[in-house]
């Protein structure tokens, strides 16, 4: 059974880090192209970073060059390290999974490219 666990969300002020987790299990981790979205308020849902299992990486215009998304094939888990964060940052955080390879980039990625999906994990960034 696919499961995906989604931790490290909380309050932050504007210009502090956060590190989110994802921890995978019940499939071949490294075959999946693993995604953190968010949604937030009043908003669809927007892919923010996308990691293939070979460690290939792209990233929304929105968090190009504050958020890092990496993983561990053999703790089977994605990170999500987000800096120099911005009220507008604020929402709920999910963890996804493809098999396979998706469009590499994230403005083509669409929600229903991935079939798991975690319980997500609130961040909000506040003064």
């Known amino acids: 059974q696919v499961q995906l666990v989604e931790s490290g969300g909380g309050l932050v002020q504007p210009g502090e880090s956060l590190r989110l987790s994802c921890e995978a299990s019940?499939?071949?981790?490294?075959?999946?192209?693993m995604a953190w979205y968010r949604q937030s308020p009043g908003k669809q849902r927007e892919v923010v970073a996308k990691?293939?299992?070979?460690?290939?990486?792209n990233y929304a215009d929105s968090v190009s060059g504050r958020f890092t998304i990496s993983r561990d094939n053999d703790r089977q888990m994605v990170l999500l390290q987000m800096n120099s964060l911005k009220p507008e940052d604020t929402g709920v955080y999910y963890c996804?999974?493809?098999?396979?390879?998706?469009?590499?980039?994230?403005?083509?990625?669409?929600?229903?490219?991935?079939?798991?999906w975690g319980q997500g994990t609130q961040v909000t960034v506040s003064a």
């Open positions: 996804a999974a493809a098999h396979g390879l998706v469009d590499f980039f994230c403005s083509l990625v669409r929600p229903s490219d991935f079939g798991s």
């Open positions: 019940g499939f071949a981790f490294s075959l999946y192209t």
């Open positions: 990691i293939d299992g070979g460690g290939g990486t």
